[in-house]
């Protein structure tokens, strides 16, 4: 984790800030975590990822080392993220989203050209109230892998609970269905097979509603399908990444 920790940078507009790392070289490729997340979540894809692409990790406002503030709103975060690829000069970047991350992600994508987008277990159709969802917390930690929950209470504990509530609110209350006839860009969908927080058919709405597109489930992963199952899912999106027209045309 050196590569995160000690080469963090920070861009600033305004009042608002990100904090980034980059590692690998070739061309760029974003990581947005999800709710309560940071770029620590990755950690079991940077290594690869970083052969192929020179990878931008980023903790979002109101999460790991941005968390001394508020999360923005869903579609401000994506209107930040584009100044920020822009202030980069990252063009036609590659970008993979987990949960909350691939919702600002769906986002992002209808109004910044990007060269392909990953949604994993994206929440852009979730809609069940807080409590619920917070009532199959503790099913969802069972389903994956038992060595992360140190890093997910951390990661929540940084956050605070205050933060953690707003974006859950936010999730909830976006409604991204007229975003998705903007989303041209080739897509890929991939899921966990024990994913009990973003569920299978959400993943099938949303490959039938996105122009291509192409779901793929992970057998043995919960909604943390990048960590649980982090070979398979690195073995997944590379070669997408790399050639994301022939990988749809295969799919």
Not at 13 to 25: E, F, H, I, N, P
Not at 136 to 145: F, K, S, T, Y
Not at 198 to 224: C, D, K, Q, Y
Request: glycine letters at 8%; one cysteine or more.
């Amino acid at each position: 984790m050196a590569w995160y920790t000690s080469s963090m940078r920070v861009f600033r507009q305004g009042v608002s800030s990100l904090a980034y790392a980059r590692r690998g070289a070739g061309p760029p490729l974003v990581l947005l975590h999800g709710l309560s997340g940071s770029a620590a979540w990755w950690r079991r894809n940077v290594p690869a990822l970083a052969q192929h692409f020179c990878v931008y990790t980023v903790d979002l406002m109101g999460f790991g080392k941005s968390r001394r503030q508020h999360p923005l709103p869903l579609r401000e975060a994506a209107r930040l993220l584009e100044a920020w690829l822009r202030a980069l000069e990252l063009r036609q970047p590659r970008l993979i989203g987990h949960s909350m991350g691939a919702h600002i992600g769906l986002h992002l994508a209808a109004r910044y050209p990007l060269g392909a987008l990953v949604l994993v277990a994206a929440s852009a159709l979730v809609k069940d109230p807080w409590w619920r969802l917070s009532l199959r917390l503790p099913q969802a930690a069972w389903h994956g892998a038992w060595e992360f929950l140190p890093t997910l209470a951390w990661d929540a504990l940084r956050a605070g609970p205050r933060n953690l509530y707003r974006a859950t609110q936010e999730i909830i209350r976006d409604d991204p269905a007229e975003l998705l006839g903007h989303v041209h860009c080739p897509t890929l969908l991939v899921w966990g097979e024990r994913d009990v927080l973003v569920t299978r058919p959400m993943g099938e709405r949303l490959r039938e509603s996105l122009a291509n597109s192409h779901l793929v489930v992970i057998p043995g992963a919960g909604h943390n399908v990048m960590y649980d199952r982090a070979t398979a899912f690195n073995a997944t999106v590379i070669p997408f990444l790399l050639n994301p027209t022939e990988v749809l045309k295969t799919g």
